[in-house]
């Protein structure tokens, strides 16, 4: 238990439309080794970019705390992203401190992969469970058109091969864009449907550079008629996961992330925070709590613990939803690079 913190802060935190605080995600960079074309596209984040010096960023010994705070206001699981969070040196050590946590029942990560052939086996042995791999397409020419820099899909493929060496859980997430890679879906899906779970992503108009727009969405239906065979759905395996599940003949398992055509906000118990301590309660939020001022400025647990219940009880977030009433299309929004998706 938290010194200052109430002890009734072990229920979960709940929201003005009941939902519960159970996931956090963490940002520990706003650095990537990719420019992908929805995330961080070249003409903004080119070699000129300024991106945040390493003192703005939250120490591992601040992101330990934070954490153990969101852990008393009902967190149980922990997904560290960035940017690409592999480019936070010594991040096994960062792992390793927050596995020691006290109700955290799951730790997993968020990358493109390029870095696990080297750092898998450290990962794993810090106590990380599970990974996500972001890999848009196994062909090299639509692959390096949406990474940005041209490269191969093998370099991802050899990630992937690394961390279930490594003994770790693997999911890959692919982007889903109409005229872009939608057409090699099933070439994708027949690479890697026997070694991962394989997650369908909606192209959603996150941040503010991305070109977002409705035309370029392929619905999950026509995903699923992409990838051939005849698919059957299965239950949710918890409130507030966010693919549809749908499984076939064979057993393999494909996720559909269906926030424009089909927003699950309803059942969002997922709060983000930035790697400069930020905390967004929506991935399409307009602004944050900053939590880093008042912990550099000496505040005690309790009292990060009470913004953090202020915040996340006021929170009345569902922008997915909202979007089919108005577009939105003018409001700015926080990048996903900050906040890791």
């Given at each position: 238990?938290?010194?200052?913190?109430?002890?009734?802060?072990?229920?979960?935190?709940?929201?003005?439309?009941?939902?519960?605080?159970?996931?956090?995600?963490?940002?520990?960079?706003?650095?990537?080794?990719?420019?992908?074309?929805?995330?961080?596209?070249?003409?903004?984040?080119?070699?000129?970019?300024?991106?945040?010096?390493?003192?703005?960023?939250?120490?591992?010994?601040?992101?330990?705390?934070?954490?153990?705070?969101?852990?008393?206001?009902?967190?149980?699981?922990?997904?560290?992203?960035?940017?690409?969070?592999?480019?936070?040196?010594d991040l096994p050590d960062l792992i390793a401190r927050l596995v020691r946590i006290e109700g955290v029942q799951d730790i997993a990560m968020t990358t493109n992969g390029?870095?696990?052939?080297?750092?898998?086996?450290?990962?794993?042995?810090?106590?990380?469970?599970?990974?996500?791999?972001?890999?848009?397409?196994?062909?090299?020419?639509?692959?390096?058109?949406?990474?940005?820099?041209?490269?191969?899909?093998?370099?991802?493929?050899?990630?992937?091969?690394?961390?279930?060496?490594?003994?770790?859980?693997?999911?890959?997430?692919?982007?889903?864009?109409?005229?872009?890679?939608?057409?090699?879906?099933?070439?994708?899906?027949?690479?890697?449907?026997?070694?991962?779970?394989?997650?369908?992503?909606?192209?959603?108009?996150?941040?503010?550079?991305?070109?977002?727009?409705?035309?370029?969405?392929v619905p999950p239906r026509e995903v699923l008629a992409r990838l051939g065979g005849d698919f059957r759905p299965v239950d949710a395996q918890y409130r507030g996961e966010v693919a549809s599940r749908w499984v076939d003949a064979e057993g393999h398992?494909?996720?559909?992330?269906?926030?424009?055509?089909?927003?699950?906000?309803?059942?969002?118990?997922?709060?983000?925070?930035?790697?400069?301590?930020?905390?967004?309660?929506?991935?399409?939020?307009?602004?944050?709590?900053?939590?880093?001022?008042?912990?550099?400025?000496?505040?005690?647990?309790?009292?990060?613990?009470?913004?953090?219940?202020?915040?996340?009880?006021?929170?009345?977030?569902?922008?997915?939803?909202?979007?089919?009433?108005?577009?939105?299309?003018?409001?700015?929004?926080?990048?996903?690079?900050?906040?890791?998706?």
């Open positions: 238990m938290l010194a200052g913190v109430p002890s009734n802060s072990v229920s979960p935190l709940t929201d003005v439309l009941g939902r519960p605080l159970r996931d956090l995600r963490l940002s520990v960079t706003d650095r990537c080794n990719l420019r992908c074309t929805y995330c961080m596209p070249a003409e903004v984040f080119g070699p000129d970019f300024a991106f945040l010096p390493r003192t703005e960023l939250l120490s591992f010994e601040e992101l330990e705390r934070l954490t153990r705070v969101f852990v008393a206001g009902g967190v149980q699981k922990l997904r560290l992203t960035g940017g690409e969070p592999l480019l936070r040196r390029l870095l696990l052939p080297r750092l898998a086996a450290d990962l794993k042995a810090a106590g990380l469970r599970r990974v996500t791999v972001s890999l848009d397409s196994v062909d090299p020419e639509v692959f390096g058109r949406m990474n940005g820099l041209g490269v191969h899909p093998d370099r991802v493929l050899d990630g992937i091969e690394a961390a279930l060496a490594a003994g770790l859980g693997v999911k890959v997430n692919t982007v889903v864009q109409r005229g872009v890679n939608d057409a090699a879906l099933g070439e994708l899906w027949a690479a890697l449907r026997d070694r991962a779970v394989l997650r369908f992503i909606e192209f959603m108009d996150v941040g503010n550079h991305n070109g977002w727009n409705l035309d370029a969405v398992e494909a996720g559909l992330i269906t926030s424009v055509t089909r927003p699950f906000c309803g059942d969002c118990t997922r709060a983000r925070l930035s790697a400069v301590g930020v905390l967004y309660t929506c991935l399409f939020a307009t602004g944050g709590l900053d939590l880093r001022s008042p912990l550099r400025d000496g505040a005690s647990d309790g009292e990060l613990a009470a913004l953090l219940a202020g915040t996340w009880s006021a929170r009345r977030d569902r922008y997915s939803e909202e979007r089919g009433e108005a577009t939105h299309a003018d409001r700015p929004k926080v990048e996903m690079s900050h906040i890791g998706g």
